[in-house]
């Protein structure tokens, strides 16, 4: 999305090729799945609040809800494109179908693209002065495989391919896995079906959207104030914190059974609200995993008995793929990709071919991958060089080794990311990261707000290159923005005397 913007933000002039017909990727919503293409439900929910994953020269009007549905966020990403004129830049209905190195590669660093129209078949083969690969890695559904499975008469599929809950009336459902979207499909599914059984290996974190005083969690959370504990503290003591501090007082994840054996911060946590009223009132049932399926059901392990069940859903995640990308140039060895701070393939003699939004972190995907496209942008324009191939292979080698210390097993190892830490790991490549120091120095309140306040994304237009007038004004008022679709009003006829707030604290920590 922001790819075309940041490039015509330097002067660049970008083409952007678009397989379906219309720009938008996950965020439209349509009824058919494509091969390679994102999926979402009609009820799908943004994970992150409007601030946290804003674009940083584009603050979401205040009447944007927190948490947006998906048509809101993509009336958002379109206004956004509008601004920036981007849509003259889009060829739709195009499957870019290879991406190659031209012959005189060595000397110009160029690339071959080669597309399909998907309305005519025709072939487009052009020659560009470098590449953004923004395909998403969300869309590829990988299925899990349990004995037995051939056997099993009812159907299974994947939740990349649900669009509805009528088909699972009255029926038992078995969704296998404990991510966001078996969590989303068991909620969903449950309103409708007799019994939802949601079978999970190792439980999960599950946080709300809802946070502290009714804040959007991630507005809350993600401060660098809270962040900065993981400089001085070990991962697990952060986790164990979060988890007994925050976690635990919303449910405690204990009783709940669903608490995994890793740490918060040691596996992607889990955003639903309404997963817990659901074990409440047991129309969904928590099990172990799938030891065996039956013709009529499925065997879980520490079972004896069949359970039987009309339907299995697997929300069993997604494996990624560039299959238009001269081999070699993307290598996985192992789970560690061999990308540059998951953005430059470290084999090639010129940085004109970058990968972006390939990261998975804990916090706002947008945000990131604005950055991304900021530094590539500037990396593509001859302004910043990337460091010698043994520095690069040694940053990938550190995050990787961080991550297997840190991390659950999986596949993705290499692309796990902390989110403020990488923000300003990418930021500072180009000269965005804030001065704090500076900062301090001359402009104490925003000093305040940077460190104590949401780490919002319009701090990585303060300075830099295409730094923004009005990013310190988007700072100053996104709590106001972030009030506003709940509260109809300012926000400082909202606020509570400070004495009132502490007596309250006092009553709080007496009765309960
Ligand atoms: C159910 C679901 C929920 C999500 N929730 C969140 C969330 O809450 N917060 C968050 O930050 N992220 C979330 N994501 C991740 C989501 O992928 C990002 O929000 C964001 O949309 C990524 O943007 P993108 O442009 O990189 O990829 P996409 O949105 O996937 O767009 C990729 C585009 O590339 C096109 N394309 C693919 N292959 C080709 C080709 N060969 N030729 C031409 N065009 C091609 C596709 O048609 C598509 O339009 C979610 C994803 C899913 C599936």
Excluded at 117 to 129: A, M
Excluded at 235 to 254: A, G, K, R, T
Excluded at 292 to 307: K, L, N, Q, Y
Excluded at 338 to 349: A, H, Q, T, W
């Amino acid at each position: 999305m922001a790819s075309i913007a940041m490039l015509k933000e330097e002067g660049l002039e970008p083409v952007c090729f678009e397989k379906t017909d219309r720009p938008g990727g996950t965020w439209f919503y349509r009824e058919e799945i494509i091969e390679g293409v994102a999926s979402i439900m009609p009820t799908t929910v943004i994970n992150h609040s409007k601030e946290m994953g804003a674009f940083s020269t584009f603050p979401p009007a205040k009447e944007y809800n927190n948490y947006m549905r998906h048509y809101e966020m993509y009336q958002y990403l379109m206004e956004y494109w509008s601004k920036y004129d981007c849509f003259r830049h889009v060829r739709v209905n195009m499957e870019v179908i290879s991406v190659k190195r031209t012959d005189d590669y060595n000397e110009t660093g160029r690339w071959i693209v080669t597309a399909k129209s998907l309305i005519t078949n025709e072939i487009s083969v052009e020659v560009y002065d470098g590449v953004m690969v923004c395909v998403g890695h969300i869309n590829r559904p990988k299925m899990a495989t349990f004995p037995g499975q051939e056997k099993f008469k009812g159907n299974i599929t994947h939740t990349h391919s649900l669009k509805g809950v009528n088909e699972y009336k009255d029926q038992v459902i078995v969704i296998v896995g404990t991510g966001c979207s078996a969590l989303d499909a068991a909620v969903d599914t449950s309103s409708v079906a007799k019994q939802v059984y949601l079978s999970t290996r190792s439980g999960a974190h599950v946080l709300q959207r809802v946070g502290p005083h009714g804040y959007p969690y991630d507005y809350v959370l993600l401060r660098r104030c809270i962040f900065f504990w993981f400089d001085i503290l070990p991962p697990n003591v952060v986790s164990w914190l979060l988890e007994s501090l925050y976690l635990d007082p919303q449910f405690n994840h204990n009783i709940y059974a669903v608490k995994p054996t890793h740490h918060i911060f040691s596996k992607d946590p889990v955003i639903n609200d309404h997963i817990t009223s659901k074990l409440l009132s047991g129309s969904v049932k928590q099990k172990p995993n799938i030891q065996r399926f039956t013709e009529d059901g499925v065997i879980f392990e520490g079972d004896s008995e069949v359970t039987k069940a009309d339907a299995v859903i697997m929300a069993t995640g997604y494996t990624w793929k560039f299959p238009f990308l001269e081999e070699g140039i993307i290598v996985e060895e192992e789970a560690k990709i061999s990308l540059y701070k998951c953005v430059f393939p470290i084999n090639l003699k010129h940085p004109t071919l970058a990968v972006i939004g390939f990261v998975l972190p804990f916090g706002p995907g947008f945000p990131i991958g604005e950055l991304q496209c900021r530094w590539a942008t500037q990396v593509l324009a001859g302004k910043y060089n990337l460091p010698s191939k043994r520095e690069m292979i040694k940053d990938i080698n550190d995050r990787y080794k961080k991550n297997i210390a840190r991390y659950a097993p999986s596949e993705k190892m290499s692309i796990r990311v902390d989110y403020i830490k990488y923000c300003d790991d990418i930021a500072s490549q180009f000269g965005a990261k804030p001065n704090f120091f500076k900062i301090f120095l001359t402009d104490p309140r925003l000093f305040i707000h940077l460190i104590f306040g949401p780490s919002l994304p319009y701090q990585y237009r303060l300075q830099g290159p295409h730094s923004w007038d009005g990013a310190r004004e988007a700072i100053m008022t996104s709590k106001a923005r972030m009030l506003w679709p709940i509260t109809k009003r300012n926000f400082d006829e909202c606020d509570e005397n400070v004495l009132v707030k502490i007596f309250k604290k006092v009553l709080r920590l007496v009765f309960y």
